[in-house]
């Protein structure tokens, strides 16, 4: 049976945020440290990377403190992003899709729901949506449809033996997840299901909500399905660096 370990990558940090973009519409007056990360699954003569970070044009454009090219990150525990085989996109917003040039040799899994709604409804080009994309992987992305480096999934779909995507809507249309067979058991990769820890254990979103009702129904199946609460992980929480065994600077162990 295969199993994996599975790393948490921070390329950019620590931001300094309103605790309510962290907890949905509460915590106005308090403050709230995040990271981005990228993470990488190990195991069985496999890698899988969730989340692709920004290129360093983006990161220039945007201003992002603490940068690292992700790709110089994942070196660090002799990953080659050229040679990286399979990349799950969790969701397009910019953090996560920007930097799928990276990674010229991957094949890239993304709900289909997902990528239809950035690339083909007016909605995603209206200013809340555009502020939090990036028409550049896009594009990217687009370049590839039809080819064998872009696989859309259509819901619940294993992608190798033990790594399975869960569609789980709430922060975007078609938002996905990644359930990983580990030592520890079944450890799910939320991304921004949630922000930070809290959220999960608090039962609260965090920002940018599309669907209030699905994101609650996603917390039911992402606690439905992993082995044990502390095998589910949140997309920006600094408590990933710090809680964690440091494998290489910046990486930790999850699980
Ligand atoms: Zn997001």
Known sequence: MSQYEIYALKYAGPFIRTGAHVMWYRDW????TVNYYIWCIKGAGETVIVDAGVTPQMAAERELDGYVNPADVLARISVKADEVRHVVISHMHF????????????????????????????IAARPPFKHVSDAIST?????????????LLKGDQQILPGIQCLL?????????????RTTGGTAIIGSDCAHVFRNYQEDWPSALIVDLVGWMKTYDKLHQRVSSPDLLFPGHDRLLTENYPEVARDITRLV
Do not use: C, M
């Open 168 to 180: 789980s809507p709430g922060h975007t249309i078609a938002l996905q997840t990644v359930a990983v």
């Open 95 to 122: 953090d996560h899709a920007g930097g799928v040039s990276l990674f010229p040799q991957a094949t890239f899994y993304i709900q289909e729901d997902e990528y239809r709604f950035w690339l083909e409804n007016p």
């Open 139 to 151: 594009g990217y992305l687009a370049s590839l449809e039809g080819t064998d480096r872009l696989v």
């Open 29 to 32: 007056d308090k403050v709230e």
